[in-house]
């Protein structure tokens, strides 16, 4: 039986500039909606279409120096590359910083947690 090599950590880049993540997690919401109408059966009938949307979920530590402007970013692309070769390049498009909070623990380095959303995706 052959190995299976998987996916395993990735580069983040905010316009081509390198950033330093512990995390990255994204959703993609298809913007369905469920449609409920008065019948019999007392159940829903199908559902409406709607907008789709990505949400990034990113934490990062804060360094001593030289930290990105978290809550300034509109407009950027994030691009997400494999470390290995041979996988694809993920690109998120017209992103946005939706909140940034900052989080400190005793066994820890500073992190912040970040909520973004992108208006599209490429995968390359």
């Known amino acids: ?21 512990e995390s990255l997690d994204v959703t993609f919401k298809t913007g ?3 449609v ?7 159940r829903a009938k199908g559902f409406a279409k709607g907008v789709g949307e990505y ?32 996988g694809k390049r993920t690109s998120y498009l017209d992103c946005f910083t939706v909140d940034v909070g900052k989080k400190y623990s005793v066994d820890n380095e500073a992190k912040q947690d970040l909520s973004m ?8």
């Open 55 to 86: 949400d990034l979920k990113v934490t990062a530590v804060i360094p001593v120096t030289g930290d990105v402007k978290w809550s300034d970013i509109q407009g950027a692309k994030i691009t997400i590359y494999p470390m290995q070769s041979g």
């Open 32 to 34: 369905r909606k469920l």
């Open 117 to 124: 959303v992108a208006l599209r995706e490429v995968v390359e």
């Open 1 to 21: 039986m052959a190995l299976t090599e998987y996916l395993g950590a990735i580069v983040m880049e905010i316009d081509g500039q390198e950033v330093e993540i």
């Open 36 to 42: 409920k109408t008065m019948n019999r059966t007392g």
